[in-house]
T-cell receptor
C-alpha cells in the first residue's frame, strides 16, 4: 500500500510552547488529509479534514486556533499545537487519501506528544 | 457519544482457532464499514470492508459479516495465526462522507 510518514515520531515539550507535526504522503498525491487524536484505550477521534489549498474543516469541539492545520501541497500537511498544555498530551495520527474510496485512506505511524 | 463501539478491549485466541471481533454502531446513516489492523508504533492498515448492500465479504482468512437490523458487524479470522496479534479497529462512514468514525479497538492476542 501507499506510504504516509509523520515527523517527529516522539516529542516532549514544555507547557506553553508550540509543536509542529508533519504528515507526508511519500508515493502519492493526497488532495485530502485527516488528523486524528487517540487517548489511551480510546478510539481514533477525527480532529479535522484538510483539503489541499483550502481551509481545514474542524470537528465539533476542536479549537481551530489551537490546532493549526496547513495543507500547502498535495504531499504535505502540518498540524501545529499552539501553546500546548499537559492535557494536549496524546497520540496524533494523520492519514492521507489517495482516491475516492475509503480503502485508499492510508495512515501515518503517529506522533506521541508529551507536554510537561 | 460513541457511535461505533467495540465492547471487548481484548481477546485471546489459540493459534489455529477462529477469532471473532465484534463491533456495534448506532448511526443508521452509516453505509460503509471497514476493519483496520494496527501494530505498535505503526499506523492502522486497511484489512477488509463491507458495504451496507451486502451482509458478508470474504478475503482469504478474513470474513466480515454485517447485520444491519442489529447494527452489528463482526470480523472472523480463521485460522488465527501469531502474526494476527494486533489491535483491530472497526470504522464506519456515511454515504458520501469523507470521514471515518472509529471504534475503540480490540487487542487480539494469538497464543501458540
Amino acid at each position: 500500500g501507499a506510504v504516509v510518514s509523520q515527523h517527529p515520531s516522539w516529542v516532549i515539550c514544555k507547557s506553553g510552547t508550540s509543536v509542529k507535526i508533519e504528515c507526508r504522503s511519500l508515493d502519492f498525491q493526497a488532495t485530502t488529509m485527516f488528523w486524528y487524536r487517540q487517548f489511551p484505550k480510546q478510539s481514533l477521534m477525527l480532529m479535522a479534514t484538510s483539503n489541499e489549498g483550502s481551509k481545514a474543516t474542524y470537528e465539533q469541539g476542536v479549537e481551530k486556533d489551537k490546532f493549526l492545520i496547513n495543507h500547502a501541497s498535495l504531499t504535505l500537511s502540518t498540524l501545529t499545537v499552539t501553546s500546548a498544555h499537559p492535557e494536549d498530551s496524546s497520540f496524533y495520527i494523520c492519514s492521507a487519501r489517495a482516491g475516492s474510496q475509503q480503502e485508499t485512506q492510508y495512515f501515518g505511524p503517529g506522533t506521541r506528544l508529551l507536554v510537561l | 457519544d460513541q457511535q461505533v463501539k467495540q465492547n471487548s478491549p481484548s481477546l485471546s485466541v489459540q493459534e489455529g482457532r477462529i477469532s471473532i471481533l465484534n463491533c456495534d454502531y448506532t448511526n443508521s446513516m452509516f453505509d460503509y464499514f471497514l476493519w483496520y489492523k494496527k501494530y505498535p508504533a505503526e499506523g492502522p492498515t486497511f484489512l477488509i470492508s463491507i458495504s451496507s448492500i451486502k451482509d458478508k465479504n470474504e478475503d482469504g482468512r478474513f470474513t466480515v459479516f454485517l447485520n444491519k437490523s442489529a447494527k452489528h458487524l463482526s470480523l472472523h479470522i480463521v485460522p488465527s495465526q501469531p502474526g494476527d496479534s494486533a489491535v483491530y479497529f472497526c470504522a464506519a462512514s456515511g454515504r458520501g462522507a469523507q470521514k471515518l468514525v472509529f471504534g475503540q479497538g480490540t487487542r487480539l492476542t494469538i497464543n501458540p
